[in-house]
């Protein structure tokens, strides 16, 4: 089974997209053939600072390696890398109907956003198909804003075989229902834009800052305490083993315990899990040629597969 998934390069990673989509697209190595690719072509339609994008790209690479992302089990890439894809999703734009494009939420939301209304962004659910169906993904995971983009790769992809030839394998979306939601410092979901979150590779005062300034409520120290309503807790369960998430609800419970102590633990328990993480970061940091040679050995293996499927759909189309 191959599975394929992509990330937008979009700024510093913090737990929300830890827990939310890395942690389950580092898994995906043990589930089968993955590809996974950074999609610095589609971050284009939002991102016009070109060494913001540089740099953008290099800080995702470097994230995915440090926190357990096996480069000889996962074909990591860049997507400029394997600009056969621009060419796919023109091949494929000529059996789009525009109908099936206009219905798509995420230009309009991201439109209502004020992001500029380009071609690109209009576009932007063709070159996504491009990229699922250049290396023949049977399954990709995406998170439920992305469901639509796979359904229009399916319509896409079903038309053209019908219209030239069977080229392409029909891909299945595989929602990550099960994953929850993670709160941030304020208690709505933790998002780069509300600036509730918390940077995975943050300075060590900037963490302990910014978990300090978890929201809590006001029930005095010595009075019992919910864990079930609390940010903290909340926060603390993510790298918490069973009987230390018991611990930590027991004393919420029993009272005489405060808020402050419960930060403190969590930014322990946060800094240790990513401690080896850290470490291996630093050290991939210092040598850029070694990150550039495993995202280019997996454009390697990822062109090798778009070049079959980009020359099968030039033969059925009459271009060879
Ligand atoms: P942000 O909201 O910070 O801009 P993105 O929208 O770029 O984050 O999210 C990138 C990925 O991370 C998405 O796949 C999304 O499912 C996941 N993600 C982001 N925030 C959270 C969160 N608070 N909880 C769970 N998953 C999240
Ligand atoms: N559009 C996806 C997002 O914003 C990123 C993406 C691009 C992608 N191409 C893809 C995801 C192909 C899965 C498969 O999250």
New binding site residues.
């Given amino acids: 089974m191959r599975i394929l998934s992509g990330i937008?390069p979009?700024g510093k990673l913090?737990l929300?997209?830890y827990?939310?989509?890395m942690r389950p697209a580092i898994e995906l190595q043990e589930r089968g053939e993955a590809y996974l690719f950074i999609a610095n072509y589609h971050a284009l339609t939002t991102v016009s600072d070109p060494a913001v994008l540089r740099a953008s790209s290099m800080d995702v690479a470097l994230d995915f390696l440090a926190c357990g992302l096996d480069p000889e089990r996962t074909v990591f890439f860049r997507q400029s890398d394997v600009p056969e894809v621009t060419e796919l999703a023109w091949l494929l734009s000529i059996v789009t109907p525009m109908g099936l494009l206009e219905r798509c939420h995420s230009y309009k939301d991201k439109t209502a956003k004020g992001i500029a209304p380009s071609h690109g962004l209009f576009a932007y659910p063709v070159l996504m198909a491009a990229d699922i169906l250049a290396v023949q993904s049977n399954v990709v995971p995406v998170?439920r804003d992305q469901k639509q983009h796979v359904e229009v790769t399916r319509d896409i992809a079903i038309k053209f075989n019908n219209q030239y030839a069977p080229v392409f394998t029909i891909p299945e979306p595989s929602i990550q229902d099960d994953?929850a939601?993670?709160p941030g410092i304020d208690g709505q979901?933790?998002?780069?834009?509300y600036n509730n979150?918390i940077e995975l590779f943050g300075s060590e005062k900037e963490t302990r800052a910014k978990i300090m300034r978890t929201v809590t409520d006001s029930t005095p120290l010595d009075e019992p305490k919910n864990p079930d309503t609390c940010n903290v807790y909340a926060l603390y369960k993510l790298f918490a083993n069973e009987a230390e998430q018991q611990e930590m609800a027991d004393q919420y419970r029993i009272g005489g315990f405060g808020y402050g102590t419960a930060k403190k633990a969590l930014f322990e328990k946060m800094w240790a899990y990513f401690e080896p993480f850290r470490a291996k970061r630093e050290a991939l940091a210092a040598q850029p040629d070694l990150v550039e040679s495993i995202l280019q050995r997996g454009a390697e293996k990822a062109r090798h597969e778009a070049r079959q499927t980009l020359q099968a759909a030039r033969q059925a189309m009459g271009l060879e």
């Fill in positions: 937008q979009s913090h929300g997209n827990f939310g989509m998170g994953v939601v993670v979901k933790m998002s780069k834009s979150h």
